[in-house]
């Protein structure tokens, strides 16, 4: 019995005249848009709030003023951020996928328990491709000639400066993006995708994730972890591992600026990574993840609905 | 009594037709008498369905519309749809609109450069020789170049104009189950709906312009009253600002209603006060409907192109980036000298035409046809499908 059977597919968008498709780029584009806006909004509502209450007045030159910002306005920003992604990203597509295509949300999102050596692995796999992706943006940051405003600006909004701060960016940032991004691109797109692509589902949603973080210099990186995250998702059929992933990911960039703070690290965009720690800490993900695939072996069958079988 | 397209039995009182012909309603009526003139290829006996009959198998996109005969389509349907008609289209309308936008959009970005270099010339001259005389030629030499410039956007945007005549008849021509090659397409543009579209663009903007104008010059009339001892200087200002404000409130309430002229000028080739009078009778009692699903399209719309214009727009502008963080690296980062910041505009010049032209092609591959489902749902949502019933309903109902 495969999965497609077992779930009641009842919603409105499921008649036969109605393209699956276009559901997963409706649904996925139409969220995008409304929680970018309705963010945008709530950042401004909270920025105002937050420099009316504690008297932020910037002064300086430009270089002070972006530094300025970034210390005092990082507060409102992350709360806004994880508001957002909860109610302008996690419910609308919960939303969705009970209107459209079922009332069996948990199973159609693939909420269910795997192996915990899947998810170890998941993780794993992530932490020592995170060099990499940093390098990816190094170059690109050297091709520019960034100015240390700029970034020290962009580290500072990340930075946490106590443990408490420390705990809420964790939770804004690696916990937040972990449950909402992961059901919205793994749970309903490419889940949505998947029933009608197969395997080149988990390829688009990773280049979506990608182009959705609307950041050009960390495009590449991010859609290659986006393709990793799908592919967790496609091979284990559970979301559990992309989201332990994902959250690998986000918790390792905040801690490492975290350390930096601290004076324990300085691995950051404007330092450089050394080429031989990239080499081999992707020779050692390269490893993980074979023996990933080793511990999966038994592949998942997908029908897709026209009758057609793919792996 | 059966209806001659579906052969279901039709309630008594709500038949549509004469002649011995009787249908369940107007677009049963419209799709038998598309079929009886070969304008729908399948062969509904054959398959023993209706074109929106879900087991339905025709590749024509008639067949594939998804919607309640009765009610017209839900938003889901309205997306669904219009996806199917984007994919249907989709390379006859990249065609149209590259053959279109490609040459006047490289025309448009050494336009951009040409005025952007006039722009910073003009600044380097007023910082450099204040106080001084400027040489006549030089002014008239400028000036001249404005006006080729402002050519050039008049050139792109009779180019467009084309371009979104091309992809707003294919997808008429596409949900109506014909196929039209990109010539027929070309012919259509070089037409007279051409003018009609463009007389009609120019008739909404200088109506929904002298709306406005109006509101605004009936304050200034209004003072005449403090003049005459009528009413205070208070009085006059409250009025004022309501009367500017229910102007702006009732053009853009004829925007929505005229809103789908432009579609039924492409697809019927009625007169253009007449596009303008069946537009404002499909938008009747649906403004709402209307008015909510355009910004919802809208957003949907700007997003996705976003998506794609965000990385391509970092790659052209690279060097602007580089020559920007040079600046601010190089001690400038507390100001930016507004003659360097306009030299860098100066260089952008092409970029922006590049990218206003991927912009453009973008958002017409997508939002034309969106529109266009959005008229036929109207249509059937007031069983528009009779040409004289139309004309007589639009004729009451302006």
């Given amino acids: 019995m495969t999965e497609t059977d077992t779930i009641e597919y009842n919603g409105t ?10 559901a997963a780029v409706t649904g996925v584009i139409g969220i995008g848009a409304i929680y970018f806006n309705l963010e945008s909004i709530l950042i401004t509502i909270l920025t105002v709030i937050y420099k009316a209450v504690y008297h932020i007045e910037l002064s300086g030159g430009m270089a002070a003023k972006i530094r300025e910002t970034s210390v005092y306005l990082k507060t409102p920003i992350l709360i806004a951020v994880s508001i957002s992604e909860f109610v302008f990203m996690l419910l609308p597509t919960i939303w969705i996928i009970k209107k459209w295509h079922t009332t069996e949300v948990i199973k159609y999102i693939r909420i269910k328990f795997t192996t915990v050596r899947e998810i170890v692995l998941a993780m794993l796999v992530t932490v020592f491709i995170f060099p990499f992706s940093s390098f990816l943006v190094d170059i690109l940051v050297k091709a520019l000639g960034i100015p240390k405003v700029i970034l020290d600006a962009n580290s500072m909004l990340f930075t946490p400066n106590s443990n408490s701060e420390f705990i809420l960016m964790i939770y804004a940032i690696a916990v937040t993006p972990a449950i909402c991004e992961e059901i919205l691109f793994r749970g309903y797109f490419q889940r949505t995708l998947e029933r009608k692509t197969g395997m080149k589902s988990f390829i688009i949603t990773g280049i979506l994730f990608g182009l959705f973080h609307m950041q050009p210099l960390t495009l590449i990186s991010l859609s290659m972890l986006g393709i990793l995250l799908s592919y967790f998702y496609y091979r284990s059929q559970s979301i559990l591992p992309s989201s332990a992933a994902h959250f690998t990911n986000n918790f390792l960039a905040i801690l490492l600026l975290f350390l930096k703070q601290k004076g324990r690290a300085n691995n950051t965009f404007e330092n450089n990574i050394s080429i031989g720690w990239v080499i081999l800490s992707l020779l050692i993900s390269a490893g993980l993840f074979l023996i990933y695939l080793k511990i999966t072996k038994v592949k998942p069958v997908h029908v897709i609905e026209d009758g057609r079988i793919a792996m | 009594m059966k209806c001659e397209y579906c052969n279901q039995e039709i309630p008594s009182g709500s038949e549509v037709g004469s002649n011995g012909h009787y249908f369940c309603n107007q677009l049963h009526r419209y799709y038998w008498e598309q079929r009886s003139i070969g304008n729908i290829k399948y062969d509904l006996n054959s398959q023993g369905s209706s074109p929106y009959n879900e087991s339905s198998k025709s590749p024509e996109l008639n067949s594939s519309l998804g919607f309640n005969p009765d009610n017209g389509m839900t938003l889901g349907d309205i997306f669904s749809n219009s996806i199917n008609l984007i994919k249907e289209t989709f390379t006859r309308n990249i065609i149209i609109l590259v053959l279109f936008l490609v040459p006047s959009g490289i025309l448009l970005a050494f336009g951009l450069k040409y005025f952007f270099t006039i722009m910073t010339s003009s600044a380097s001259i007023t910082q450099d020789i204040e106080g001084q005389q400027i040489d006549p030629s030089q002014l008239l030499g400028k000036m001249i170049g404005m006006v080729i410039f402002v050519l050039i ?31 027929d397409t070309i012919s259509k543009i070089f037409s007279i709906t051409y003018i009609k579209v463009a007389a009609e663009l120019i008739l909404l903007v200088l109506a929904l312009m002298g709306i406005i104008i109006a509101g605004i010059l009936s304050m200034y009339l209004l003072k005449l009253f403090v003049l005459l001892n009528v009413f205070n200087d208070v009085t006059v200002n409250i009025l004022g600002v309501i009367l500017i404000i229910a102007a702006f409130l009732y053009a853009f309430n004829l925007l929505f209603k005229w809103y789908f002229a432009e579609v039924i000028l492409v697809h019927t080739g009625c007169g253009i006060i007449e596009s303008f009078k069946r537009s404002s009778y499909l938008v009747k009692n649906n403004w709402w409907r209307t008015f909510g699903i355009v910004i919802l399209i809208s957003l949907v719309v700007g997003f996705a192109v976003s998506l794609i214009l965000s990385p391509l727009s970092f790659v052209f502008m690279w060097d602007y980036y580089r020559h920007l963080f040079k600046i601010m690296a190089s001690g400038g980062e ?6 360097e910041s306009l030299e860098m505009f100066s260089k952008l010049g092409t970029t922006f035409g590049l990218i206003i032209v991927i912009n453009l092609i973008l958002r017409s591959l997508a939002f034309p046809l969106f529109q266009i489902v959005m008229y036929f749902d109207l249509k059937i949502r007031k069983n528009d499908f009779d040409d004289a019933v139309g004309k007589l309903e639009a004729n009451s109902n302006l």
């Avoid at chain 2, 956007?153 to 707003?168: D, N, Q, R, S």
């Fill in chain 1, 13 to 22: 968008w499921e008649k036969p005249n109605r393209s699956i498709i276009a």
């Fill in chain 2, 153 to 183: 956007i008049l050139i792109f945007a009779l180019a467009y104009l084309g371009a979104e005549i091309g992809v707003l008849n294919n997808g008429c021509k596409q949900i109506e189950g014909k196929k039209i090659s990109i010539n």
């Fill in chain 2, 334 to 339: 507390n100001q930016i000298n507004p003659v």
